[in-house]
């Protein structure tokens, strides 16, 4: 196959930080190529320079044996490279359709042709293992796992060479992420290219073709053959040390058997998602929620922490009751919440690192009705230099922090003040490997020191290997709960699988 992409030499300067420093990058038409490295690498501004969103200090970028400049995305697109990023861009109150066509809608004598856009979007829906999405339907109205789809969808509307996916699988159910290879490698045989990015290493052997890792803004190894480098190779080239792929150790079994219950649900139900639910957490216990996208485990989170009014049922934190639909009186009591979609649901992107990690407890900072900014600053540095989030400066811009660095600020904000129950929706989405085993170890201390801990992810070896118990959720309901260490990966796959397409 030949050179489809060829970069050379690409350096990039903000203000204080080199983000690429001489990084080069080889894609082979029909091929998919994997691009490595922890978050704050320069993946996430390597990708924008070849969508056209930021322009290279140096370097040069051929495609199709052409130097190309891209001044704009819109010029990118147009020379066939699309880009499908981790956090959507799409718009909430469109149709599919809409969004599919997006800046190049069908039109004629000046007026929008919906039935052909509807039309086509269909097929393009269907193309992807999809027709089920109506093109008519809003799409702030579908879920995660469909709002990804969507944008793959608008992604092959266009004329593409090249396309690139940032964390593609990251909301998406098991099933839903063979389907998604099976995609992929039908656009390769027709000749597409494919850059591909993720944290699952798993996933790439799976999927890749050849890898290229980024480290600290330079190029540690490019084009590495997928299947027949050992991860330890891997992993070693992106953190420049050995990182064991270990958990956390956990007490003894039944350790947690007499303490008191930190969190009680009773026959919890939320209409059209989940139904009866029941379980408890004691102190120091992590319970995991294992289940496909749709079964419900965001959901029961969610309504735990008072953002989803249930139909009936009760939660009960430390004895006391929860008032469903006040997420402030769950925090008062003593819950904090890591949610999935945390550009959206839990960051101030114009607000600094520091205050986002202080926000939620900014009352323990004030004096007379004003906040002692020293103290504030303070307490945000020592959490800053505790989690090692990146670039280590707590008056930054959070917009300017990588995926996984935004993450640990989220998750930072609730070890300000003591917590009795934390919730976790995906913790560890978008972190690169070196990250999770610093975040795992700040869970199990926190359990250690008798804080219960409610986790839900989408990798099933990372709720059995953090949680002490675990509770299988299919199609909205409890169907299992027992000590992690009684389960294996199989035997819960086959459980939450049973029933359906595969």
Known sequence: MSDLLVMRGIVKQFPGV???????????????????????????????????????DEGT??????????????????SGISTIYQELDLVDGLS???????????????FTRRGEMNKEASKLLGRLGHGEIRPTRE?????????????MARALSHETRLIVMDEPSAALAHDEVGNLFRVIRDLTAQGVAVVYISHRLEEIREIGDRVTVLKDGRTAAVGLPARETPTSTVVSLMTGRDVEYVFPQRPAPGSHEGRPEVL?????????????????????????????????????VEAVYGARRPSTGRVVLSGETVRTGSTTRSVRLGMGLAPEERKSQALLMNESVGRNITIAGLG?????????????????????????????DSRRPIRTLSGGNQQKAVFARWLVEGRKLLLLD?????????????????????????????????????????????????????????????????RVLDMIMEGSAL
């Open 18 to 56: 080199r983000a690429l420093d001489g990084v080069d990058l080889d894609v082979r038409a029909g091929e998919v190529h994997c691009l490595l490295g922890q978050n704050g690498a320069g993946k996430s501004t390597l990708i924008k320079i070849l969508a056209g969103a930021h322009r290279p």
């Open 139 to 151: 799409v702030g109205r579908l879920s995660s796992a469909g709002k990804q789809i969507v944008s």
């Open 61 to 78: 970028i051929t495609l199709g044996g052409e130097e190309v400049r891209f001044a704009n995305p819109i010029a990118a697109i147009k």
């Open 264 to 300: 009680k649900v009773e026959g919890l139900t939320v209409a059209g998602h989940f139904a009866d639910v029941s379980f408890s957490v004691r102190e120091g216990e992590i319970v995991g929620l294992a289940g496909l996208v749709g079964s419900g485990r965001s959901e029961i």
């Open 364 to 392: 323990r900072y004030a004096r007379f009705g004003w906040v002692d900014r020293r103290a504030e600053r303070e307490a945000a540095d020592r959490l800053v230099k505790t989690l090692d989030i990146r670039p280590p």
């Open 96 to 110: 599919v359709a809409e969004n599919i066509f997006l800046g190049h809608e069908q039109a004629a004598y000046g």
């Open 426 to 490: 995906e913790p560890t989405r978008g972190v690169d490997v070196g990250a999770r085993a610093e975040l795992y170890a700040v869970i199990r201390r926190l359990a250690d020191e008798g804080v219960g801990v409610l986790l839900v992810s989408s990798e099933v070896p990372e709720v059995l290997g953090l949680a002490d118990r675990v509770l299988v959720l299919r199609e909205g309901k409890v169907i299992h709960q027992s000590d992690a260490r009684d389960l294996d990966e199989s």
